[in-house]
């Protein structure tokens, strides 16, 4: 059953991450859906480049901490700054920057003690690490305490907690830490772990997500399994926490006997499966219906067809905004 569009409860957000001139990642994947899903949008971009940093050359800038507090200053001085209901970061490269949000956000919380503060802690995939070592206890001990949500992916959820996921139980055991770091709402975009049929397991990602209220001691750990697809795709989890986001604020409430966060990761799910499906569609339109060439190294993929990946969101619209819930939840 398709979505009917997100109703009046409109979010003012600043989001602060990365920034492309072509492609989607950062703030080029988040601002649009947000916009479309009916939420207000400003913007603070850690860094500049050309593209992003798939393509073998990258032209650009990454901003000081100075530039970004500065930014966030000039908002200041027009009151600006009045009337954020919600704090979205990504990609902040370098430990200043990270200081630098947690000094935005302490500011914004003072304005309005309600901010929700979202973190996508970016720190690598597959393995790599994409940002300096140090970065690691600097979320686990600085912006992760203070978010209302995060969401990393498996190997940052691994890095965060210092512990390895390989089954859904390892996965909830996680939460669990994060919870206890004060983090309420955690959600694991993906994470390939352990199921009962490994054929399964080597076609199927699963989200786990869960919701802790600290006062009632309420907890609801959920999953929901999706098919993996295979492609070079850049931006998904920009992409994915923006749809989170903006669903979880737009439900407000439990939905269908479904806590909030559960229903809101089903229908950022649905848009995600969707648009990466196009996108491999697409893919293949441009060369001819060939298979994806799997395990290429960076270095060794054509600028065509890392293009070619770039995520179909504008001409995805309508996934976004009314998506089928295929995928569902379930209590794990």
Do not use: W
């Amino acid at each position: 059953m398709a979505t009917s569009e997100p109703n009046s409860i409109q979010a003012r957000i600043l989001s602060i991450q990365s920034h492309v001139v072509s492609g989607y990642v950062g703030n080029r994947a988040a601002t649009f859906p947000l916009q479309l899903l009916g939420h207000e949008v400003d913007v603070i971009n850690t860094v500049q480049f050309s593209n992003h940093t798939g393509y073998n050359s990258v032209r650009g800038e990454r901003f000081a901490a100075a530039h970004v507090l500065d930014l966030f200053a000039g908002l200041q001085a027009n009151g600006l700054d009045q009337g954020y209901t919600h704090l979205l970061t990504g990609y902040m490269g370098n430990s200043e920057n990270i200081r630098a949000v947690e000094s935005i956000a302490k500011q914004l919380m003072e304005v309005n003690p309600e901010l929700v503060f979202v973190v996508d802690p970016v720190l690598g995939d597959d393995g790599a690490l994409y940002v300096p070592e140090e970065l690691i206890g600097l979320y686990r001990q600085v912006l992760c305490p203070m978010a209302s949500l995060i969401t990393p992916n498996q190997f940052e959820m691994e890095l965060l907690t210092d512990t390895k996921i390989n089954s859904l139980e390892d996965a909830k055991r996680a939460c669990d830490i994060m919870h206890e770091a004060g983090v309420p709402n955690v959600v694991i975009t993906s994470a390939q772990v352990a199921v009962d049929r490994q054929k399964e397991a080597d076609k199927m990602l699963h989200l786990i997500g869960s919701e802790y209220n600290a006062k009632s001691g309420a907890k609801h750990q959920f999953a929901i399994a999706f098919p993996r697809l295979e492609g070079y795709f850049t931006g998904s989890g920009d992409f994915f926490t923006a749809l989170t986001m903006a669903r979880h604020a737009s439900l407000g409430q439990a939905y269908d006997g479904l806590g909030a966060l559960a229903r809101a990761c089903e229908l950022a799910t649905a848009t995600q499966a969707g648009v990466m499906k196009a996108t491999v569609d697409f893919y293949k339109q441009s060369f001819d219906g060939k298979d994806v060439a799997r395990g290429l190294p960076r270095g060794s993929r054509p600028p065509e067809m890392v293009r070619a990946f770039e995520l179909r969101i504008i001409p995805s619209q309508h996934l976004i905004v009314a998506p089928e819930a295929e995928y569902r939840a379930f209590s794990i």
